[in-house]
């Protein structure tokens, strides 16, 4: 199935806590996972991504964990900023198909 | 800026007007794609193009035509506006086809009434 489902859809935490968005699939041709970033007024930006062949990668104050066996993979923002205020995009590419599917979206307000 | 440029940012259509959102790079990519983004659904793809002269339907491209006559350019095509188009459209490129490395635009937001 050519689907990601993402929760929550929307995110408030405290500045200085972790922000953890949670993506699943089913189709395991998947073999690419970027997370995009979106704020107000503009398209998003890529944020990081990770292959399936690694259980987690970490950038600076963002870190993906994946989980192959239950096809999850997830966001974690440390150290949560208010500029990380922004949707955030899991989305996952079928090479086979080639296809980049994306999930809803995570709207993430991080509060002062 | 190097980047993916769209024009216009906001258009209203009445019903069966119709119009042309513009979409051009300056990146040398290959790769071009037109999404439409709806709220709590994510981005659709509508249509995508692997160079000059080459176009494929995604997702949801009834509706919709496009042309790729360059590589720099890659206009979206409203023959016929209907309010289901209400949306925001993203142009997005790529150098390769991998998934890597989108580079979208700032989007127009349309609204048909």
């Known amino acids: 199935q050519q689907q990601v489902k993402q929760s929550p859809q929307s995110l408030i935490v405290q500045k200085g806590g972790i922000s953890i968005i949670n993506c699943a699939y089913e189709n395991t041709a998947f073999d690419y996972f970027p997370w995009y970033q979106q704020f107000p007024g503009k398209g998003p930006a890529l944020l990081i991504a990770i292959r399936p062949d690694v259980s987690e990668k970490k950038e600076g104050r963002f870190t993906i964990s994946f989980n192959k066996s239950a096809k999850q993979f997830s966001l974690h923002i440390m150290d949560s900023q208010p500029g990380d205020s922004a949707t955030y995009f899991c989305?996952?590419?079928?090479?086979?198909?080639?296809?980049?599917?994306f999930g809803q979206g995570t709207r993430l307000t991080i509060n002062p | 800026n190097a980047g993916v440029t769209q024009t216009p940012k906001f258009r209203i259509l009445k019903i069966g007007q119709s119009m042309t959102l513009q979409c051009a790079q300056d990146m040398n990519h290959n790769y071009m794609y037109w999404y439409r983004q709806d709220p709590g659904m994510g981005l659709k793809l509508i249509y995508y193009?692997?160079?000059?002269?080459?176009?494929d339907k995604g997702e949801v491209p009834n509706g919709y035509n496009v042309s790729r006559s360059t590589t720099e350019d890659f206009p979206l095509r409203l023959e016929l506006a209907a309010p289901s188009q209400t949306s925001v459209y993203f142009c997005?490129?790529?150098?390769?086809?991998?998934?890597?490395?989108?580079?979208f635009g700032s989007g127009t937001r349309l609204t048909v009434v």
């Open positions: 989305a996952a590419w079928n090479q086979g198909a080639q296809k980049l599917v």
């Open positions: 193009s692997v160079g000059a002269g080459i176009t």
């Open positions: 997005a490129s790529s150098y390769d086809f991998g998934g890597t490395g989108y580079t």
